[in-house]
């Protein structure tokens, strides 16, 4: 029997802009003691909101926000996952961190930056597609508007969750829902979605909706609509085995090269 992996998620309204104050958010909401999970995962620039003010409030790996997520992995024994602002020398990226209880981390930088909200003209664009390991597990991060572009997401059988972190609006979260439903279905793999509720300072309203799916394309988060939420769930490596080999439609996907 394959190991089940534990994952919580926090779905709440973030503050704008003010990274010490989201961050205290967070650990009222996690509380005393630690995640009942193995993964805990934040939304997209969970200490900021989607800010197009990144050269005030970008970071560095060795700021304040890494920091505090290297502490409260190994506080809370568990991954702390989630994107930032961070300035890589001349650039600014919108960076996916995965952070271990070791303090040893790996990150995504997101490729598909959102020009409708002029994203593109702040951030540079990542290139390189990441796998985490967990306890037998491989999960790849994405982020927010990377959900639009289902061949960047391929499973080409190298991972068994999908995981998009965003800050995803109110006005399109039917675009929201199906399409995780979407990319579960078609990668045959779990497919986590963590977003923000709440209102931004630019009078964005978001919708939450956060979820689990499994590669059936059924929901088995309990998560509701727009309200503040922290959510763990287990999900079973055998049911993901089963239905590959009972469903192998990932032996018939299309062989293709992302230049």
């Known amino acids: 029997m394959n190991k089940n992996l534990n994952i919580s998620f926090l779905q709440y309204n973030i503050i704008w802009e003010d990274p010490v104050a989201n961050k205290k958010k967070i650990e009222i909401m996690v509380g005393s003691g630690k995640?009942?999970?193995?993964?805990?995962?934040?939304p997209e620039m969970f200490t900021t909101g989607f800010t197009m003010n990144p050269g005030r409030l970008a970071e560095s790996m060795d700021g304040d926000s890494v920091r505090w997520?290297?502490?409260?992995?190994?506080?809370?024994?568990?991954?702390?996952?989630?994107?930032?602002?961070?300035?890589?020398?001349?650039?600014?990226?919108?960076r996916f961190i995965w952070m271990t209880p070791t303090g040893e981390f790996s990150y995504?930088?997101?490729?598909?930056?959102?020009?409708?909200?002029?994203?593109n003209h702040h951030y540079a664009s990542g290139?390189?597609?990441?796998?985490?390991?967990?306890?037998?597990?491989?999960?790849?991060?994405?982020?927010?508007?990377?959900?639009?572009f289902p061949v960047w997401a391929r499973n080409r059988n190298d991972y068994d969750i999908l995981v998009y972190v965003a800050n995803w609006p109110d006005s399109r979260r039917n675009v929201w829902s199906s399409l995780l439903i979407a990319r579960a279905l078609e990668n045959q793999s779990y497919v986590v979605?963590?977003?923000?509720?709440?209102?931004?300072?630019?009078g964005i309203s978001y919708s939450g909706d956060s979820v689990i799916i499994d590669p059936r394309g059924k929901i088995i988060s309990s998560t509701k609509g727009s309200g503040e939420s922290f959510e763990s769930v287990s999900l079973?490596?055998?049911?993901?085995?089963?239905?590959?080999?009972?469903?192998?439609?990932?032996?018939?996907?299309?062989?293709?090269?992302?230049?």
């Not at 995640?35 to 934040?42: E, G, V």
């Not at 979605?193 to 630019?202: E, L, P, S």
């Not at 079973?236 to 230049?259: C, E, H």
């Open 69 to 94: 997520m290297r502490e409260k992995a190994g506080d809370w024994d568990v991954v702390v996952a989630g994107s930032l602002v961070i300035r890589e020398g001349s650039k600014i990226y919108n």
């Open 108 to 119: 995504y930088d997101k490729r598909h930056l959102f020009r409708m909200g002029e994203e």
């Open 127 to 148: 290139k390189q597609k990441l796998i985490c390991r967990l306890s037998g597990w491989r999960i790849r991060p994405l982020i927010c508007y990377d959900l639009r």
């Open 35 to 42: 995640p009942d999970s193995s993964l805990l995962i934040l």
């Open 193 to 202: 979605g963590v977003n923000r509720t709440g209102k931004d300072a630019n």
């Open 236 to 259: 079973s490596m055998d049911k993901l085995i089963d239905f590959r080999k009972k469903f192998p439609a990932w032996m018939d996907g299309d062989d293709f090269t992302i230049l």
